[in-house]
Every structure is written in structure tokens, then in C-alpha cells.
């Protein structure tokens, strides 16, 4: 079975301030990672993902994340936050061969960005 | 713009009632997921398909809630009787395989 572990519940930052949301992962097999953005009543929207090849990842909004997989981490990085990041943030793993778990998601992470 | 379409956005009931809810995935896309929200237990996964077959439904109470395909443009999760515990935001999603999913404006459910 797969699972995910956001080790922040929440993350305050001040305005155009560098971030980092932590994402860790556990599989027997070789995995995609995602990222996700939740906005209040809103759907989630995919920020970036990591399938295969380069392990730095580029996404939207200026995101980018990082597959490390001797720790088994994927965490999200951005250099300068705006407000309108303020958003809950999932981390997300899927088996590449399919199976029971589909996508699993993680418990998310709040950012509040401080003005 | 593709998108995938939940109706109802909001639904408030009695409890004992039946609730469908219905997504209409992007066209093309072969897999579909249920997923249900709440602050307690994060993201759930209730059931998903590929290619309209259930390959898993193993997150849903199965004496009450219910998932199909009737074809490639509907999808829809039927909780019947519905219960107080099951208020939520449901979710669907559509995808290619395990690649990503894009996920709809979710049903927010309140049951009274």
C-alpha cells in the first residue's frame, strides 16, 4: 500500500518570502508524485507532477518540486509567495502500474501568507 | 476549456433520503475517480473505473453507497439511505490512466 505524509498541518510565511511545503512517501514500487492546490470551494487543481526523467519539476503560479528518491520526498519549493497563494497545498502518489490505491492524497498543508 | 461537471454543487436533505450525485468526466478520459472530503479524514478514496468497468470500490460503505458508469459521459454515486456522518464534499476526477486526475467543483452534501 502507498501512503503520504505532509509533515506540516500549516505553514505561515510573510509575502515574498521563499516556501517550502514537505511531502514524504511511502511505496514497495516506483511511484508518480503530484502536487495539488485547493482554493476555498474550489476543485483541486494540479500544480505540477513527476512521472519520469528530470527529478526537478517545474509547475504552475512558479512552483517547482524536487523527486528525491533515496528519502522518498517531493517537496514543493517557491522563491517568492504572494498572497494569492494562500491555499491548502496535497501532496498526491499513484502506482505507474494502476492498482487499488488510485491517486492517494495526503492530509494537506495550509499556507497563510503574512502580509 | 475541458473540464469535469458535478451537479449538484450543494445539497441539503433529511436523512433517510437518497442522494445521486452526477459527474460528466472530460471527453476521452478512461479513468474516473470518487473521491469524498471532509476535515477529519483528509481526501478518501471511494471507488474508481477505467474504462467505465469498477476496478475498485473498496472505500465505500457498500450497504449504502453505490458507483456506476451507465456510459462514457456519466458517472454518478448514489448514497441511499443517507446518513448524518455522510456529510461532505464528494469529488469526482477524470484522467488518462494513473498519470493525473482532474478533479470537478466536488457536491457539497449536508445531511440533517
Keep these: 500500500a502507498q501512503s503520504v505524509t505532509q509533515l506540516d498541518s500549516q505553514v ?10 514537505r511531502c514524504n512517501y511511502s511505496s514497495s514500487v516506483s511511484v508518480y508524485l503530484f502536487w495539488y492546490v ?18 526537478l519539476v517545474k509547475g504552475i503560479n512558479g512552483f517547482e518540486a524536487e523527486f528525491n528518491k533515496s528519502q522518498t520526498s517531493f517537496h514543493l519549493r517557491k522563491p517568492s ?15 505507474p502500474r494502476g492498482g487499488a490505491d488510485g491517486l492517494t492524497f495526503g492530509k494537506g498543508t495550509h499556507l497563510i501568507i503574512q502580509p | 476549456d475541458a473540464r469535469v461537471t ?8 433529511e436523512m433517510g433520503q437518497e442522494v445521486t450525485m452526477r459527474c460528466q468526466p472530460i471527453l476521452g478520459h478512461n479513468t474516473v ?9 483528509g481526501l478518501e478514496l471511494l471507488a474508481y473505473f477505467r474504462n467505465r468497468a469498477p476496478l475498485d470500490d473498496s472505500g465505500m460503505p457498500k450497504d449504502r453507497f453505490s458507483a456506476e458508469m451507465p456510459d462514457a459521459t456519466l458517472a454518478t454515486l448514489k448514497i441511499q439511505p443517507s446518513e448524518p456522518r ?12 494513473w498519470t493525473e486526475a482532474f478533479f470537478g467543483q466536488g457536491t457539497r452534501l449536508t445531511v440533517v
Design chain 2, 86 to 97: 455522510d456529510s461532505a464534499v464528494y469529488f469526482c476526477a477524470s484522467g488518462l490512466g
Design chain 2, 6 to 13: 458535478q451537479t449538484p454543487r450543494h445539497k441539503v436533505t
Design chain 1, 81 to 95: 509567495v504572494h498572497i494569492s497563494d494562500t491555499a491548502e497545498y496535497f501532496c498526491a502518489v499513484s502506482d
Design chain 1, 12 to 21: 505561515p510565511v510573510f509575502e515574498e518570502a521563499p516556501v517550502e511545503l
Design chain 1, 38 to 55: 485547493q482554493y476555498p470551494n474550489q476543485g483541486l487543481q494540479l500544480l505540477l507532477k513527476y512521472l519520469s526523467g528530470s527529478t
Design chain 2, 33 to 41: 475517480f470518487w473521491y469524498r472530503q471532509t476535515m477529519m479524514q
